[in-house]
């Protein structure tokens, strides 16, 4: 089994240690952070493909977790959050531009079990258009009007920080974070949660479609990849021959998650252009992910151009290459970079 996957799998167990313990951070109302770990005793290289695999992320794990629902959780990503805690255990992650300068991240959980997650933040309604394809758990801290209004109409199984007891979510005021840059959760509170409020324990969604051996793709070389949202917010993915992995930076820092003190690690990325427009005085946007438009794939220091296709909110995303094939990954961690058509790209 790769580094990447052993990491992703068992890194629970094995540096429970590190940072996110209780004695970290003030818990409001007396709520335990319950540290989760995997009983399983991994074998690091080897794949030993136990279980099944993953729909979001080819990963192989027990049943139980495969079929659980997943959970999709806000992270904030203003200067003054970073770094974000549980983020690397995420199996999918988007980056969409918010209110100017900045970006914000969805994680979709499935197979990991943080013990810490944050800083959480608000939602915005192509964030909901977003995780309507993985019919998640929602976590989030309040959002727009537009997306507060789309979250009851359409019945997401939603937690939110603004009217959830605080037991739920607590304010981490050892790290040196002010509000509304500290608000944290952990999965474990967020599963127990789901099952309180009666949310179904399985998700209905359809996943990706991924290659059953590490592949090369034919395409340009991508072994440097930067992505500048504008001149205060880039995103840099930094290819690794030896782990074939690439690691991920954020406006020039490397990106770490601060519960692990590991760096964030990812596979697959997709490049995805969305018409993208200002649309109020206070510098929302509105980001069109319903209908069709160009990307590039990038995994194994290659990369190839794609199309993309959305046919309804609820519709699955589909990437398709120059030949009209859907696209397979690679199995492991994939983020999406959402942008404006035509965005400043540097691929070498």
Not at 136 to 164: F, M, N
Not at 293 to 310: E, M, R
Request: hydrophobic letters at 35%; a negative charge.
């Amino acid at each position: 089994m790769k580094k990447i996957l052993f990491i992703l799998l068992v890194f629970s167990i094995s540096l429970v240690s590190v940072g996110c313990k209780k004695d970290d951070v003030e818990i409001e109302d007396n709520e335990e952070i319950v540290i989760i770990g995997d009983e399983e005793d991994e074998k690091k290289g080897e794949d030993l493909k136990e279980g099944i695999s993953s729909p979001l992320s080819g990963i192989y794990a027990s049943e139980e977790k495969i079929n659980r629902r997943p959970v999709a959780v806000m992270f904030d990503n203003h200067p003054r959050a970073r770094w974000q805690a549980g983020l690397s255990e995420a199996e999918v992650v988007y980056e969409f531009m918010v209110e100017a300068p900045y970006t914000r991240y969805m994680g979709i959980f499935l197979l990991n079990d943080p013990q810490e997650l944050g800083p959480i933040r608000s939602s915005r309604p192509y964030f909901v258009t977003t995780l309507l394809e993985y019919d998640p758990i929602y976590v989030r801290v309040g959002g727009s009007e537009e997306a507060k209004k789309d979250i009851k109409i359409l019945g997401i199984a939603d937690i939110d920080g603004l009217s959830s007891s605080p037991s739920v979510f607590y304010r981490n005021t050892k790290n040196g974070k002010k509000k509304p840059h500290n608000l944290y959760t952990s999965m474990n509170i967020i599963r127990k949660t789901q099952a309180e409020r009666g949310y179904k324990l399985e998700g209905n969604f359809e996943g990706f479609k991924f290659f059953t051996e590490d592949t090369e793709i034919n395409g340009f070389s991508a072994k440097d990849v930067s992505i500048i949202y504008n001149n205060e917010n880039n995103t840099q993915y930094v290819y690794d021959e030896i782990e074939k992995n690439y690691k991920r930076y954020k406006d020039g820092k490397l990106h770490i998650d601060e519960c692990y003190n590991v760096p964030i690690v990812v596979k697959n990325i997709i490049i995805q252009e969305a018409n993208t427009k200002v649309i109020d005085k206070e510098g929302r946007l509105k980001i069109d992910l319903i209908g069709s438009g160009n990307g590039i794939y990038i995994t194994n220091g290659q990369g190839q151009n794609i199309t993309w296709t959305k046919s309804s909110r609820n519709a699955k995303t589909k990437y398709y290459d120059e030949s009209g094939k859907e696209i397979k990954l690679n199995s492991g961690v994939t983020w999406i970079q959402v942008t404006n058509i035509k965005p400043n790209l540097i691929i070498k």
